[in-house]
């Protein structure tokens, strides 16, 4: 198949955006549309850190990825929060943040949970290259694609 290079990524922004909307209703109780696509960004960016880096000590990724996903969020709060005054979330209230759109709390929680999500996001992308390299040498397998 000859666009199969974009299959991975999908599945990857796919995974992450309904991981990050999990996250966020088990923490917040609620979550907004918009921070799906971030979800999914952000995914997709540790599995950049993971491969990308693989020389780097694991303590030091996961400040990568945490570093990536409030990135991602002070766009998002940018967007959504100050210009389009949705007001998805407000973190004001919580010492340390920045105009009330990310704070280092909240960084911290994301290291923490790098600590999973960067090794998950290796091992999923890895699943998904080896799965669809076996089964798009021949385009008429596509519907024999195992994740297992």
Known sequence: MKNNK???PSIMFSIGSVGYGLVEVIWRGETHPSMLIAGGISFCSLAVISKGM???RFLYK???GAAAITSVELIF???FNLWLHMNVWDYSYIPLNLEGQICLLYTVLWA???VGAI???EIVYNKLKTSLSQNFK???QINKIELT
């Open 119 to 121: 090794p998950f996001s």
């Open 77 to 79: 709060g940018c967007v």
């Open 54 to 56: 693989k020389d780097m």
């Open 138 to 140: 021949n385009p008429t």
């Open 6 to 8: 974009y299959i991975t």
């Open 62 to 64: 996961c400040v990568m």
């Open 112 to 114: 923490i949970l790098c």
